[in-house]
């Protein structure tokens, strides 16, 4: 029919796929490595406002787990509106950071030059085993000479250093560790990092660091409750992952030959290579991560002392008077108790348990409803983590299940104990 109708004979047409779809997972987190570093660093601080007082822009806390609250939603216009709801929090402790230096850094136009840094006079053995790969085989002398210099000559080695900050700096950061051996885990490496001052101007920003040398600046006087704060750190790591985990591409049809979670075509014949936008298997989690926008729910005290007495009560609402502490019946799962103070966020944090956390004051403007709420818990949850939690507390389970035989046990171990005691 073609020859007759004068016209060049049909070329075969290719087959295509018969539906389009989007594609499968995110390019803007390319490439998916495993993070150079276990702490998460801060890439760029909150704007600076000079019109307000210096203050400090991040924090590092742990993360011990995570439990529910109930509190009353205040939402105009919604079904939900002064009705209770539970929502999942993360807790994170937080001991005090304490302030060992202070560097100041001008401006170029390749970006911000470190010009001077100043150290404080005593850095704890927590801070100096950050110094050294392997501490007991070490001599253990990192800062000695520096601290005899500045004893010898104060006037040179940092009140000098001090005006020249003063004189050519724009951005003043403070370097503070955190207090590692406060909370329970087997490092005793402390974790370090640089914290922006904003506020104020130079020479302002520079008293209020050195205001800071050793001292303990807890978390309270860095966020308030109900902020806005984004969390900084690495994800939990999975290992090496096949395509259809790691992107979420879909299963090719049960009779596939060699396997069906794989993308049956990563590409054409030309160009001859395969494009960076093609799924492949490979490490999955354990990247470094930025979350913006966590709303902090509260900020707890530890375990203190007050009156002469141990208080562990810092998870009692205006609703639920029991005393209580946060830790729930227990322990948390993979982490234990929580005795210093505490962050709790709304929702989930990235990163496994006991992992350490940068908290940054938030970048962006907070204008959304749900971001200005001012929350007022009823219910924090203690119950047990490692099955389905029935009790609050220890006293309210032994109030329901009334004498058992292992507490007997115990009270009249303790009682034939003591009489020996007494004797001696």
Known sequence: NHEQRGSSPSIKAMSHRKFSAPRH?????????????????????????????????AFMGYKAGMTHVVRDLDKPGSKMHKKEIVEAVTILECPPMIVVGLVGYTETPHGLRSLTTV??????????????KN??????????KYQKKQVADKQRYFTRELERMKKYCSVIRVIAHTQIRKIKLRQKKAHIMEIQINGGNVAEKVDFGVGLFEKQVPVNNVFNENDCIDTIGVTKGHGFEGVTTRWGVTRLPRKTHRGLRKVACVGAWHPANIQFTVARAGQNGYYHRTEVNKKIYRIGKGVRQEGGKVVHNNATTEFDLTEKSITPMGGFHHYGEVNEDYLMIKGCVLGSKKRVITLRKAMLPQTKRWQLEKVNLKLIDTTSKFGHGRFQTAAEKDKFMGPRKKNAAAAAATSAATPATTAK
Request: proline share 9%.
């Open 25 to 57: 997972g995110s390019t803007g987190f390319l490439p998916r490595k495993r993070s150079c570093r276990h702490r998460g660093k801060v890439k760029s601080f909150p704007k600076d406002n000079p019109s307000v007082p210096p203050h400090l822009t």
């Open 119 to 132: 150290w404080a006079q005593h850095l704890s053995e927590e801070c100096l085993r950050r110094f050294y």
């Open 135 to 144: 501490w007991y085989r070490s001599k253990r002398k990192a800062f000695t």
